[in-house]
């Protein structure tokens, strides 16, 4: 029962560098999420998608690149990390329709310091 | 654009007891859907209760309730009989129900938990 996985689960970068952040479901869910986590801010909405090949942009997505490919895979870039994008990032996906509303389910986390 | 308000930063309750976390939501939809998510130190996200907009019915889940005022538009968690395993943070959240790109979820701020023995 895997259900969503985000690798890598930490890591460090310096200012400037690059990297990418890669979210896997294997519920066949269509919607998939980039949120990240503040001390006293909530989750807050990075990018989203609703399905393979399409993505929107959330409330927080400057400094931000998504893409989904593959209906199982989205991935977060990050072009040039700066210290504010110092967090802790959550992937979720969900169900399109669901008899019991559409639920979230949550990866693990993924903690980034930019030093 | 909705939002979700949690009034208590922190809470605490002594174990067996009962304690009630507060969340307001602001929105002109009819159809949506209200959920409660803890988050243990552990930070895996994990859902509480889930509550449709359509049901007058207040939604419950073993020790786990919920006090749904719509016309109020307020969204209250009950946890009865409190185990020190609830530590955790607490976190409100809002989807829209109207379909399309709208089925995002919009968090509140949280409220952490402390559970006492």
């Known amino acids: 029962n895997a259900g969503v996985t985000q690798t890598p689960k930490f890591r460090v970068l310096k200012t400037g560098q690059s990297m990418t952040l890669l979210c896997a479901q294997d519920?066949?869910?269509?919607?998939m999420y980039w949120y990240r986590q503040d001390p006293g801010m909530g989750l807050r909405l990075i990018h989203y998608s609703v399905g393979e090949g399409t993505t929107a942009k959330g409330e927080v997505p400057d400094g931000y690149n998504v893409s989904r490919l593959k209906k199982q895979n989205f991935l977060l870039g990050l072009e040039s990390a700066a210290p504010s994008q110092t967090s802790v990032y959550f992937c979720a996906s969900s169900y399109l329709k669901s008899t019991y509303g559409t639920e979230a389910f949550f990866g693990q986390g993924t903690r980034l310091t930019v030093v | 654009a909705q939002t979700v308000t949690q009034s208590q930063p922190e809470m605490s309750v002594q174990e067996a007891e009962t304690v009630t976390l507060s969340c307001t939501y602001d929105t002109s939809e009819n159809n949506y859907y209200l959920f409660w998510y803890k988050q243990p130190p552990s930070r895996q996200m994990i859902l509480v209760i889930r509550?449709?907009?359509?049901?007058?019915q207040n939604a419950t889940e073993n020790r786990f309730s919920v006090n749904f005022q719509k016309a109020a538009k307020s969204f209250s968690l009950k946890i009865s009989d409190s185990q020190l395993g609830d530590t955790a943070m607490y976190f409100c959240?809002?989807?829209?129900?109207?379909?399309?790109?709208?089925?995002?979820?919009?968090f509140g701020k949280g409220t952490l938990l402390t559970v006492n023995p």
């Open positions: 519920m066949n869910h269509e919607y």
């Open positions: 509550q449709e907009a359509y049901k007058q």
């Open positions: 959240a809002f989807m829209r129900g109207s379909g399309g790109s709208n089925y995002k979820l919009t």
